[in-house]
Every structure is written in C-alpha cells, then in structure tokens.
C-alpha cells in the first residue's frame, strides 16, 4: 500500500509470503485473530514498562497516515493505555529527513523503530542493526533492502508488512474495464525501488495479455507533468503502482489525464481516488494493525524481528470512481465497490 529517493544508498531487504492477518483490528470492524499477541494474559507484561517507539513516516498522505494510526490504535490497544510512547516524525518526503529522525531514534535508544514507506525503512535499518524495526506500506522488501536468496525472513533486526497487491489481478482490471486498449503507459517515479519492481513484475502480466507496454518515469515532482503529458499523448491507458510521489501529486496528474480522456488503473485507493479509474487496493488501517500485532510481540513477548515472516494483506476489494467512469464513458461491472469522494 510507500515517496521519491533521490538517492536509494541503502542496500537492504525482501518481497513475500501471504500470511493471514487483517484480524483484530479494533476499529476496522474485524475480530481478534486469536493470536499471541491477543491473549489477555499476556497484556499484564507490558503494565510496568513503558516502551518508547519512534515512528518515522516518510510523507504525509492518506494511505500512509491510515497505516500509521492502525499501528498506533492496535500497540496502544495491545499494550495498554500509557504503555507505548510514541515519537511520531514526518519527513515531508525526503529521503535524507528519513535519516535524520531514525539517526535521532537511535541516539535516544528507543525501543522500536516503526518505518512507514520505503525510504524511512532503508533509513532505520541503515540507522541501526540493533534496535528492532518493524516496517509498513512496503510493496518489496528484497527490493528495499537489496536482499539476495529472499526466504520471507530478513534475519536481521527488520521485519513488518507489505501492501503489495496482486499484479497479475491489476492488469486483469484493464482487460475486463478496458477491452479497446491495445498500449498502456506505467507512470512512476524511478527513484522508489518499489515503484520499479511493480512496474517489472506487472509488465510481464501486460505482456501476456498482449499490450504493448512503455514505463514513463519522473525522479521527483518537478517532472510528473512533462512525463504525464507523454504518457497520455503516446498510450490508450495509464497504470501506476503504489508510488509516493504519484500519490502526492495524484491531482496533478488527473488535471492532465482527464482532459486528454485517458484512464489511470492504480495501484492503490488514494491514487485511485486523486486520479484514477479503478484499482484492486487494501486498507492500509488494517495493514497498520497488523503491523502493531507484530509489534507487540516484539516488544512484550520477545519475537526476533528477524525470525518474523512478512505478513501481506489476504484481502483485495476492487474498486471505481463513479465521476470518472461517467467522464469516460466507461460501465462498470458488478464486482466493484465505489470509491466515496471526501
């Protein structure tokens, strides 16, 4: 569910096995898992001890801001009301920032390190091999941290969640949306590593099914409308991955697609909702639950990051922008939930 990196120095970790998770999220709805970590007579570990967690996030937008208050209602809900402390950074999307507030972390010795997106995960496991670091919204960890021999286990101080949707589904989405298509753009910024291993791994989908594909790449936001404008002029259809500098200037990207009548398949809802048509997403609430559950037992039952399997989302919901759909002429099937705009 991950902005630019102007410099990916970080050689660092892993992609992954689905796991069920999702549960016990206690404002999404759902119910307890029944795991460790939701046993009631573990929550008497943590009543005296307080455990300072630093939150670095790399930029603020609603998918990313979803994750982080998911995180901090399930540790806080875990752990018990006064037990976390929480030290919550934004770095306004820069990768360098992201160094700073994990270096920070790591000189105050917290307890954990929560990393929400790609860069701030590169920044806290190049900040620290000791500190745990639990880490959320990464679509590829082997992508992010450079990991060879990938087994699902970083066997460091790393571990987390990922919010990689199914790509293979995704480009079935333009198949079954859009069946007069014949040449599809990938729009991302070539500085996320995770932005870059989607546009990979989906162009082989593409391919299969018989588009003509072209990756139309920015390495920040001073670029997305010259790049965009070619995309548009040059493809039938745009696709982009769940891409942080796409998703911080969704609304510029729409102000050139839609004129131009040209439909964006995204990656995930907030792209979807700034500027696209339809996209198979998560919810990043539940992703950031998840990631508390594993935080806990980090903190109180004594998991090793490292032994941890990333956990991935079991639950995909197809989705549409209503207004879009009509501006494009396009009907949409059953299946699909619509998107409400805010």
Same mark, same amino acid.
């Given at each position: =569910? ?18 069920? #998770? #999702? ?27 307080? *455990? ?28 018990g009301e006064g037990n976390i402390k929480f030290d919550e950074q934004n770095a306004q999307g ?19 390190? =929560? ?17 745990? @670091?639990?880490?959320?919204? +990464?679509?590829? *960890? ?33 198949? &079954? ?23 990979? &791994? ?32 040059? =493809? ?10 796409? /998703? ?20 995930? &809802? ?13 919810? *990043? ?8 559950? #594993?935080?806990?037992?980090?903190? @109180?039952?004594g998991k090793k990051p490292g032994e941890m399997e990333i956990k991935y989302s079991p639950k995909?919901?197809?989705?549409? =922008?209503?207004?879009? /759909? ?12 619509? +998107?409400?705009?805010?």
């Amino acid at each position: =569910m991950k902005n630019s990196t102007k410099k990916i120095t970080a050689a660092i970790a892993v992609s992954a096995i689905a796991l069920g #998770m #999702m549960a016990g999220c206690g404002n999404s709805g759902s119910t307890s898992s029944g795991s460790s970590t939701a046993a009631s007579t573990e929550g008497s570990k943590a009543a005296d001890k307080v *455990y300072n967690v630093g939150i670095c996030q790399l930029v603020q937008h609603p998918a990313l801001d979803a994750a982080t208050k998911g995180f901090k209602d399930k540790l806080t809900e875990l752990a018990g009301e006064g037990n976390i402390k929480f030290d919550e950074q934004n770095a306004q999307g820069d990768s360098p920032t992201c160094a700073t507030i994990c270096n920070q972390f790591v000189a105050s010795k917290y307890d954990l390190i =929560m990393a929400n997106a790609t860069p701030a995960l590169q920044a806290a496991s190049t900040a620290t091999a000791d500190i745990p @670091v639990i880490a959320t919204s +990464i679509t590829d *960890y082997a992508s992010a941290l450079d990991a060879k021999d990938w087994t699902g286990k970083t066997g460091t101080n790393v571990t987390g969640t990922s919010d990689l949707a199914p790509l293979a589904e995704q480009a079935q989405i333009v198949k &079954e949306l859009l069946p007069d298509t014949k040449k599809i753009g990938i729009l991302y910024c070539s500085a996320e590593a995770n932005s870059k291993y989607q546009a990979t &791994e989906i162009t082989k989908s593409f391919n299969e099914l018989g588009y003509e594909v072209k990756e139309y790449t920015f390495t920040d936001s001073n670029d997305v409308a010259q790049v965009t404008t070619s995309a548009c002029s040059e =493809m039938d259809a745009i696709y982009i991955p769940t891409d942080n500098v796409a /998703a911080t200037n969704a609304e510029l990207i729409d102000s050139i697609a839609a004129p131009a009548k040209k439909p964006i398949v995204a990656g995930e &809802e907030s792209i979807c909702k700034g500027c696209g048509l339809a996209t198979l997403s998560i919810s *990043y609430y539940d992703l950031g639950c998840t990631t508390g559950e #594993m935080a806990y037992d980090i903190l @109180v039952n004594g998991k090793k990051p490292g032994e941890m399997e990333i956990k991935y989302s079991p639950k995909f919901t197809k989705e549409y =922008m209503a207004d879009r /759909a009509k501006a494009l002429g396009i009907t949409i099937p059953d299946g699909y939930e619509e +998107i409400k705009a805010e």
